[in-house]
C-alpha cells in the first residue's frame, strides 16, 4: 500500500512569505495527487488536482508541481486566511485513496 | 452550488450501530462515486468506503471491511454508511464527499460539514 508522507508537520511563516509543502508517495503515482486546505472547524477544501491543476475558484497564489514520487505546494505570499492545515492525497490506481498526515502552517 | 449533508451520527457504545446518511442536491447524483471519509479528533484524513454511481461497485479500507456496509438510494440523492461492531477507534467525524467530475478523478471536489460518531461506554 501506498503510504503518503509530508513534510514538515508544521511550518511558521511570516504573512507575506512564501511556503513550500512537500509531500512524497512511497511508490510513484505519476500526476495523481491533490491538495486540499482545512481550517479549524470545516471541511477539507480542494486547491490542487492532478498535481498541478488549480481547482475552480482558487487564487494563483497557490501552485502545485512534482510528479512521480515527490510533489510541493507553494504558496506565493502567505495571507492571513491561508493559516490552515494541508494535505495531500493520492489517486492513483486506488482503492485505497490515502492521503498524508499533514503540514499545519502556522503564523510566525 | 453542490450540497452535502450529512446526519446521523451520536453517541453510541462499543459493539453498537449506527446508520449516516447524506443528503446530496445541486448535481446528478447518480453519476457520481460517493465517498465516506473520517477524522478523528485532532487526528488527519483517513477514507472509508466508496461507492460507485450505480451502487454496483463497493470499496472499503481494511479497518472496517465487514463491519461498514456503505449503499446509496439514487432515487433520493442519498448515500448511507451502516456502522455495525463500532469500536473506540471508529471515534471520528465523518465527511461525505464527492468525487471530481472528470473520469479519471479520484480527488474530492465538494464536501459535506461531517456528522461526529463518538463510540464510548
Known amino acids: 500500500e501506498i503510504v503518503m508522507t509530508q513534510s514538515p508537520a508544521t511550518l511558521s511563516v511570516y504573512p507575506g512569505e512564501r511556503a513550500t509543502l512537500s509531500c512524497r508517495a512511497s511508490?510513484?503515482?505519476?500526476?495523481?495527487l491533490a491538495w486540499y486546505q482545512q481550517k479549524p472547524g470545516q471541511a477539507p477544501r480542494l486547491l490542487i488536482y492532478?498535481?498541478?491543476t488549480r481547482a475552480t475558484g482558487i487564487p494563483a497564489r497557490f501552485s502545485g508541481s512534482g510528479s512521480g514520487t515527490e510533489f510541493t505546494l507553494t504558496i506565493s505570499s502567505l495571507q492571513s486566511e491561508d493559516f490552515a492545515i494541508y494535505y495531500c492525497?493520492?489517486?492513483?490506481?486506488?482503492?485505497?485513496?490515502?492521503f498524508g498526515g499533514g503540514t499545519k502552517v502556522e503564523i510566525k | 452550488e453542490v450540497q452535502l449533508l450529512e446526519s446521523g451520527g451520536g453517541l453510541v457504545q462499543p459493539g453498537g450501530s449506527l446508520r449516516l446518511s447524506c443528503a446530496a442536491s445541486?448535481?446528478?447524483?447518480?453519476?457520481?462515486?460517493m465517498t465516506w471519509v473520517r477524522q478523528a479528533p485532532g487526528k488527519g484524513l483517513e477514507w472509508v468506503s466508496s461507492?460507485?454511481?450505480?451502487?454496483?461497485?463497493?470499496y472499503y479500507v481494511d479497518s472496517v471491511k465487514g463491519r461498514f456496509t456503505i449503499s446509496r438510494d439514487n432515487s433520493k440523492n442519498t448515500l448511507f454508511l451502516q456502522m455495525n461492531s463500532l469500536r473506540a477507534d471508529d471515534t471520528a467525524l465523518y465527511y461525505c464527499?464527492?468525487?471530481?467530475?472528470?473520469?479519471?478523478?479520484?480527488?474530492?471536489?465538494?464536501w459535506g460539514q461531517g456528522t461526529l460518531v463518538t463510540v464510548s461506554s
Open positions: 464527499a464527492k468525487l471530481g467530475s472528470r473520469p479519471s478523478a479520484g480527488w474530492f471536489d465538494s
Open positions: 492532478g498535481a498541478s
Open positions: 461507492i460507485s454511481g450505480s451502487g454496483l461497485s463497493r
Open positions: 511508490q510513484s503515482i505519476s500526476s495523481s
Open positions: 492525497q493520492q489517486y492513483n490506481n486506488w482503492p485505497p485513496l490515502i
Open positions: 445541486e448535481f446528478i447524483f447518480s453519476r457520481y462515486i
